[in-house]
């Protein structure tokens, strides 16, 4: 947010759509995100909620040394235009590694738990046959 507020601070046209664009982004990120099932855990919201800001600010790193010479901005044509997508490809990057990573651990995870059911399961028929044969002594 750097870019933005330094964009809106000295008045530059357009700063109020680089931060709806900034916005819309962020939306477009936690829904695909969210699209998964496997990142749908407390722990995994956070850790995209940090990462997106770490993705975010990569670029608003890189836009204000781009936009802004000696804190002035520069206006770099049509070729600024390019380094604008910076932010889309870095969350877009950033979604993708993420998800495939929970989706390992959810998997994981899951053939986990199915090992303990059955575990559980085994112990409880021994148990009832324990108890039958009690029973009928």
Same mark, same amino acid.
Request: charged share 25%.
């Given at each position: 947010? *750097?870019?933005? /507020? ?12 680089? /931060?709806?664009?900034?916005? @819309?982004?962020? @939306?477009?990120?936690?829904? %695909? ?19 997106? /800001? @770490?993705?975010?600010? *990569?670029?608003?790193?890189?836009? !204000? !040394?781009?936009? %802004?010479?000696?804190?002035?901005? +520069?206006? &770099? ?10 932010? &889309? *490809? #870095?969350? %877009? /990057?950033?979604?993708?590694? #993420? ?5 390992? +651990?959810?998997? %994981? ?16 028929? +021994? +148990? ?10």
């Amino acid at each position: 947010m *750097i870019t933005w /507020l330094a964009m809106f601070l000295q008045k530059t046209e357009g700063a109020n759509l680089f /931060l709806a664009v900034i916005c @819309v982004m962020w @939306v477009l990120y936690c829904g %695909f995100f969210l699209a998964v099932k496997a990142n749908r855990s407390k722990k995994n919201i956070k850790t995209a909620a940090i990462a997106g /800001l @770490v993705a975010t600010l *990569i670029s608003d790193i890189v836009w !204000f !040394f781009k936009f %802004f010479d000696n804190l002035e901005y +520069r206006n &770099p044509g049509a070729s600024g235009v390019a380094w604008l997508v910076l932010l &889309p *490809i #870095l969350m %877009f /990057l950033t979604v993708m590694v #993420l998800s495939y990573i929970n989706a390992s +651990r959810y998997e %994981f995870d899951k053939k986990k738990r199915e090992k303990e059911a059955a575990k559980q399961k085994k112990k409880e028929k +021994r +148990r009832k046959k324990y108890e039958q044969s009690e029973d009928n002594q």
